[in-house]
Nanobody, 120 residues
Framework: QVQLVESGGGLVQAGGSLRLSCAASDIIFSIYNMGWYRQAPGKQRELVADITRTSITNYESSVKGRFTISRDNAKNTVYLQMNSLKAEDTAVYYC??????????????WGQGTQVTVSS
């Protein structure tokens, strides 16, 4: 059974840092594109950052220069280093794994989420 387990969330003051981790099991991690999404109360889930299987990265504009996504295929883990945190970064952060077979099926999995709260 595929599992994505996030950790590293918590309460931090504005300007502080957190590092989220997402450990994957029962998938061939290296072929999956990995992403971090977040959902704040009353808002839709949004992409924060993603990293392809070839380690090409992409960031939502408000986190560019503050957040860094990385992956360690040997550990089946993706990370999100979050610096200079702001109150508006407060949300539940979700890990996502996606693999598309050519023009065919999409295999997609989500973690259970980890709460990040930034106090101002």
């Amino acid at each position: 059974q595929v599992q994505l387990v996030e950790s590293g969330g918590g309460l931090v003051q504005a300007g502080g840092s957190l590092r989220l981790s997402c450990a994957a099991s029962d998938i061939i991690f290296s072929i999956y594109n990995m992403g971090w999404y977040r959902q704040a109360p009353g808002k839709q889930r949004e992409l924060v950052a993603d990293i392809t299987r070839t380690s090409i990265t992409n960031y939502e504009s408000s986190v560019k220069g503050r957040f860094t996504i990385s992956r360690d295929n040997a550990k089946n883990t993706v990370y999100l280093q979050m610096n200079s945190l702001k109150a508006e970064d407060t949300a539940v952060y979700y890990c996502n794994a996606k693999y598309t077979v050519g023009l065919g099926p999409v295999y997609e999995y989500w973690g259970q989420g980890t709460q990040v709260t930034v106090s101002s």
